[in-house]
């Protein structure tokens, strides 16, 4: 096993390609399945700090994006409630790989960045470089050409988007606590480095990130 985890490092180390990060992630069909209740994670949901750098799962992964912003139902519509339907927050994972964009619609993870960015994910809050995953909820306004009515004012829009995002890391933690994971919301981020190592255009707006992760 040590033979074979060297000869890796080895290759990796000559071959740039050989360890890239996969450009997409098809995350694996979601378990609904928990020993956990409902009231149960709202009896245990706190913030968690003390993240130690270990991967999550495909199934823990999955699990995550999808209470974040995942579809639960045949017509599209989502496990978080969104005004109008109008669903304005995008979720990028940051994990050691690279800097992916959800796609709730393919439950599918995009990757937009190699490397690893969490360290940009934070104004200097340690824990978050070693969190499995730090996801980073992004305002997209365009999403409000899909309405089917007239949308609100600018103002309304941003509302609804600071809405819809506290029910998104609610539903993570709740997810993060069914299996045993940590997690912290977390208004402290380096906006402006993210923007750029993430391209977002400048009408994107980042709102809120969440480490979540193994802990000690
Ligand atoms: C909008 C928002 C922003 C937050 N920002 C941070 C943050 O930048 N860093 C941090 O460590 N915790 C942050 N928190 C977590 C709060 O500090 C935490 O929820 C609060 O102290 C209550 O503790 P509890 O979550 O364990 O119940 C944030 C929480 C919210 C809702």
Same mark, same amino acid.
């Given at each position: 096993m040590k033979k074979f985890l060297l000869a890796l490092a080895a290759a990796c180390f000559m071959s740039a390609t050989a360890c890239a990060a996969p450009t997409e992630i098809t995350l694996p069909t979601v378990s609904t399945e928990s020993n956990l209740s409902v009231m149960q994670a709202l009896s245990q949901r706190q913030s968690s700090r003390n993240f130690v750098d270990k991967a999550l799962t495909p199934e823990q992964l999955s699990k995550i994006l999808w209470a974040a912003n995942g579809t639960n139902r045949d017509n599209g519509k989502r496990v978080n409630p969104a005004a109008m339907g109008v669903y304005s927050v995008e979720v990028y994972a940051v994990t050691k790989e690279g800097i992916y964009l959800y796609d709730a619609g393919k439950h599918k993870l995009n990757l937009i960045a190699e490397g690893d960015?969490?360290?940009? #994910? #934070? #104004?200097?809050?340690?824990f978050a470089k070693r969190a499995a995953v730090n996801l980073v909820y992004v305002e997209t306004p365009d999403a409000w050409q899909s309405a089917r009515h007239t949308p609100p004012p600018r103002e309304g829009q941003i509302s609804s988007a600071n809405i819809l995002v506290g029910a998104m890391v609610q539903s993570v933690a709740l997810a993060a606590e069914t299996e045993g994971l940590g997690n912290c919301v977390r208004g402290s981020i380096n906006r402006d480095e993210f923007k750029k190592v993430a391209k977002l255009p400048d009408a994107k707006n980042i709102l809120l990130a969440q480490s979540v992760g193994f802990t000690k």
């Open positions: 960015f969490r360290a940009v #994910t #934070t #104004t200097g809050q340690d």
